[in-house]
């Protein structure tokens, strides 16, 4: 499975917002002009996410969107399915051999076990520690 842009870009706004949980509406235009990224784009992403009632809008001159439930509740899973769709590497058939389709149900929940793992508040709130592994060679 191969995450688009709209999984990706959809992570980058949620992630936004929950860095500014509680602190008002955040406006699109901030969000892309922080990341780089195009806001014509971002509001096609937005959509999805208002209906599925992750985010919420808040009309008028300080208005913007912000989260509908706290960062904790919302997993990376829940963006990416509704920006993406199912969670699957491959279409798992029936009459393929036991094995194989062994393979693709490990693969698939794999992925799913590591986006229902993380929310939104672990993204958001993640601290490079270094994750390159120190070696000392003795010579």
Known sequence: ???????????????????????????????????????????QLIAPLRNAMLVKSVR???????????PETITAGD???????????????????PAKRDLW??????VKDVLDSTTLDDLANFKDEGSQDNYMFYI
Do not use: F
């Open 1 to 43: 499975m191969k995450i688009s842009t709209k999984g990706r870009y959809g992570l980058t706004i949620m992630i936004a917002l929950a860095k500014k949980h509680g602190e008002g509406p955040i406006s699109l235009k901030s969000i892309a002009k922080e990341h780089s990224l195009s806001e014509h784009y971002l509001e």
């Open 105 to 110: 149900i490990k693969i698939r929940d794999a």
């Open 60 to 70: 008028g001159a300080y208005g913007g969107y912000m989260l509908a439930k706290d």
């Open 79 to 97: 963006i990416i399915r509704v920006l993406e769709g199912p969670i699957t590497p491959v279409e798992i058939i029936d009459d393929e051999e």
